[in-house]
């Protein structure tokens, strides 16, 4: 794309002819309509090739040559779209046109390698090297743009002005000649921009009816003025300067400031450009009112300079960066953070300072994806001192540039992470806590239930002491009274035997005593005596060893002996009573040596064990009757598991475990237990028995006993519905 060239006065005033819609300012509309026409029929018999277009591209006049390198019939590119005579035009060729249209830029003209003519006859620009175009906008009524202008020629078969004065008949240069000259002076006539002619010594020859408008002068009085008297801050040794400078640079643009004839004064922008006619040298100046655009210029200032004072204003460090990762500014708390100017910044690389490769890395990253927005922390030295910041970045430009934004977050990272580690150090206190609470309880709940068993083995031991007292006297006893009285009746016999025939008082005593079976009878009344006394002696023994009160050291036992006296003491409630069927017990006594243990607390522990079975065989039972439920499962599965009853069965094994170990197995085949029950049973006061039958202690104690006391092992086994098996692991030890 090119800037304006100078041309000849013909040449320039054709190009701003086009430029414009010819609106004229006369009175009447017959005479706008009449020259209109006059420029439709100048364009159409223009020599050169050349369209008027709309902002839609679409031709509203061409000239017959246009006609003629599109080859095109008369009259058949009215009304069609651009695109569809030239559908292969490069997209640098469209942003030249919307650039126009959008009034970004004045005129452009460019050459295109090749030919873009879809026509296939051939034409003159047919094989040729290239195509040059040109467009300039044209305006309505309004100023505002309407269309454009295209010229357009061939590079091979560019014709000088000379030969094409020899190639035209003189009658048609003529016509052409006398149809431009009122065509031009109505095209300047109606432009919007001011337009004016003067000479080297700045006086003015021409003006437009714009300038007068503006000015508030007429023609005839500008004709009378110089160029200073419009812009006093412009002498005529700064025009001939000027004027100088045109003539070897063929244009220049300034900014000036006008003064009306009232003396008002509006900015301008200023184009000069340097002709010669007749002998004489001129400059044409086309000025346009900037007024607006200052406005914009100095509202856009303000908001930059508002922006600024916010963007100085944000605690912590802004930038923002171009796609090509160059700086385009920062505020002044990231330029006094690296003690710096902030338009050092401007322009410089990315990563300049050396200062933290994060951030670079987060810029590449950030302008290499599709995101439009991202935030990280990033680490940075500033001031020789590591610090922590929150990177927000935010794309715009249509993603061709970016803001970050970092807030130092060092402190509150620090707070955060003296935070977790009180957090942390409060945790472990309240674990330790909760474990010491938990162990206490524990001790409580081990310390009453020792107390209890302590007074309850006292008690037991009293007792069975007193029992044993007056037992053992009958028990002695018994065995003198049966002899004595099978004397007695020895001496009976020998009475019947001798005196057959006693009197009838004595055989009236016999007959009521019935002294046969009474002799049958009070031998078995003395044997029942003995064996109730030998079943209390034997119960006395077995709470003696159940309560082992006077063992409070480890010492070897036999655990059968502590199993069979747990047992006799349960005897009642695996017998069967009110309606339910007696427990069945079946014991599988391995041959076990003697285990160090503390006894008195192993028997606790078969106590609970036991009771638990039977606890639970119990409600098997009850609810095997309430729901009509009744198994095929009697047997015993490898594991000791068995289905639920009707034959409720407790099955005890013992064997040694490897070289060290002794197992004591109790085995069930009752409800069984799910998973979530298993995974409470050791937990103090947790219990699955109706409220008020059970402390929920007892599975708690136990495990102590088992695991803290003797180092051993207590595991449970059960399923729903198959049952329940608990293995107690002890060692051998020194026994």
Known sequence: MQTRPVKQKSQLLERYASRQTFVTHQPTEAAV???????????????????????????????????????????????????????????????????????????????????????????????????????????????????????????????????????????????????????????????????????????????????????????????QLKISHINPQLSLLDWQTDCSQVNQQNNLTFEAIYQTKEGGSFPVEVQVNYFEYGGQKYACAIARNIADRKVAESALLEAKEQLQAVLDAVPGLVSWVSSDLRYLGVNRHLAAAYQMPAEIFIGQKVGFLE????????????????????????????????????????????????????????????????????????????????QMLWVLQRTQTQLIQTEKMSSLGQLVAGVAHEINNPVSFISGNVSHARGYTEELLQLVELYQKYYPNPVPEIQDCIEELDLDFLKKDLVKLLNSMQVGSERIRDVVRSLRLFSRTDEAEMKSADIHEGLD????????????????????????????????????????????????????????????EKYGIMSTHAHLSPRGLSGSMPNPEIRIRT??????????????????????????IFDPLFTTKPPGTSTGLGLSISRHLVVEKHGGKLEYVSEPGRGTEVVVKIAIGNG
């Open 655 to 680: 064997e040694v475990v490897g070289e060290s170990e002794v197992a004591i197995a109790i085995s069930d085949n009752g409800p069984g237990m799910t998973q979530e029950v298993l995974g409470c």
């Open 565 to 624: 006296s747990t047992l006799l003491i349960l005897q009642n409630r695996l017998q069967a009573k009110g309606g339910r069927t007696g427990i069945s017990l079946v014991k599988e006594y391995g041959d076990l040596p003697q285990v160090h243990c503390y006894p008195g607390h192993l028997n606790q522990v078969f106590m609970h064990l036991l009771t638990n079975a039977i606890d639970a065989l119990e409600t098997g039972v009850k609810n095997s």
């Open 33 to 223: 309509s009449e020259s209109k026409e006059q420029f439709r029929r100048f364009v159409e018999h223009s020599p050169d090739a050349v369209a008027m277009v709309d902002c839609e591209m679409r031709y509203l006049s061409v000239s017959s040559r246009w006609e003629t390198v599109c080859g095109l019939r008369r009259g058949d590119a009215i009304g069609r779209s651009h695109g569809e005579l030239f559908p292969h035009l490069p997209e640098y060729w469209h942003q030249s046109v919307g650039a126009i249209l959008a009034g970004v830029i004045e005129y452009s003209e460019f050459v295109e390698a090749r030919s873009p003519l879809p026509i296939a006859q051939p034409t003159e620009f047919s094989g040729c090297e290239g195509i040059k175009w040109a467009f300039e906008p044209w305006k309505n009524t309004d100023g505002a743009i309407a269309g454009l202008i295209i010229s357009t020629s061939s590079m091979a078969a560019k014709i000088s002005s000379a030969n094409c004065d020899r190639q035209l008949p003189s009658d048609v240069k003529t016509d052409c000649l006398e149809t431009a000259a009122p065509l031009t002076k109505i095209a300047f006539d109606t432009c919007a921009d001011l337009v004016f002619f003067t000479t080297s010594e700045g006086q003015i020859c021409y003006a437009n009816e714009a300038i007068c408008r503006n000015l508030g002068y007429s023609q005839s009085e500008l004709q």
């Open 355 to 434: 200062t933290s490769s994060k951030f670079n890395d987060l810029v590449y990253k950030f302008f290499a994806s599709t995101d439009k927005t991202t935030s990280e922390e990033v680490t940075a030295s500033v001031k020789g001192e590591n610090k922590t910041y929150l990177i927000v970045a935010q794309k715009y430009q249509k993603c061709s540039m970016a803001v970050f934004v970092g807030l130092d977050i060092t402190d509150r990272k620090k707070a955060l992470s003296d935070l977790q580690e009180s957090e942390e150090c409060l945790r472990q206190q309240a674990a330790k806590q909760e």
